[in-house]
């Protein structure tokens, strides 16, 4: 069975930097035509996707987001790991990370049950 | 890369048929073949209903259908059912970028 769970702080301070960790299991992340993507949804608002990271490393960032997102991946630990520098309330948000494989390799086909990130001091 | 742009809301009654458009631009929905489209059920994760324009999941019943013609990319629900009241994204792949649309509801009357 294919899962993606999201896990990171519920609470950070305006200013710090959030981590949020994506653990998958039933796929590896060195899958061939296999990518990872973050997904934000603030409260009653849309889905924003953030970040995607490909089986060969290669990555890719949301234009307007793009100097505060670094994402990674720890193919041993089937971890993949959005960092975002300097929270700001706006950035309350559900935050998801989602799979991108095989044929549906421009969609995304599974998704973790999302993280709630709450950005206050 | 700006949103896609979805109508706010789409209604219809229990047997009848909606559409949803997702426009944008050249550098996303015209310039490539890979929309897909999301249905997300309150406080739950989103669900890969179609993807590459038109092609449904295993499980996806078959009153789902996707379109594209030009920059704008549409999904349709026929037979309209109770369970299919949900909030629906589109989402274009744009050259290593991905880009979501502003979200319709669909409501069932």
């Known amino acids: ?121 | 890369q700006s949103a896609l742009t979805q109508p706010r809301s789409v209604s219809g009654s229990p047997g009848q048929s909606v559409t949803i458009s997702c426009t944008g631009t050249s550098s996303d929905v015209g310039g490539y073949n890979y929309v897909s489209w999301y249905q997300q059920h309150p406080g739950k994760a989103p669900k890969l209903m179609i993807y590459d324009v038109s092609k449904r999941p295993s499980g996806v019943p078959d009153r789902f259908s996707g379109s594209k013609s030009g920059n704008t990319a549409s999904l349709t629900i026929s037979g309209l059912q109770a369970e299919d009241e949900a909030d629906y994204y589109c989402c274009s792949y744009a050259g290593s970028l991905y880009v979501f649309g502003t979200g319709t509801k669909v409501t069932v009357l």
């Open chain 1, 1 to 121: 069975q294919v899962t993606l769970k999201e896990s990171g702080p519920v609470l950070v301070k305006p200013t710090e930097t959030l981590t949020l960790t994506c653990t998958v299991s039933g796929f590896s992340l060195s899958n061939a035509r296999m990518g990872v993507s973050w997904i934000r949804q603030p409260p009653g608002k849309a889905l924003e996707w953030l970040a995607h990271i490909f089986s060969n490393d290669e990555k890719s960032y949301s234009t307007s987001l793009k100097s505060r997102l670094t994402i990674s991946k720890d193919t041993s630990k089937s971890q993949v790991v959005l960092t975002m520098t300097n929270m700001d309330p706006v950035d309350t948000a559900t935050y998801y990370c989602a799979r991108s494989y095989g044929d549906y390799y421009y969609g995304m086909d599974v998704w973790g049950q999302g993280t709630t990130v709450t950005v206050s001091s």
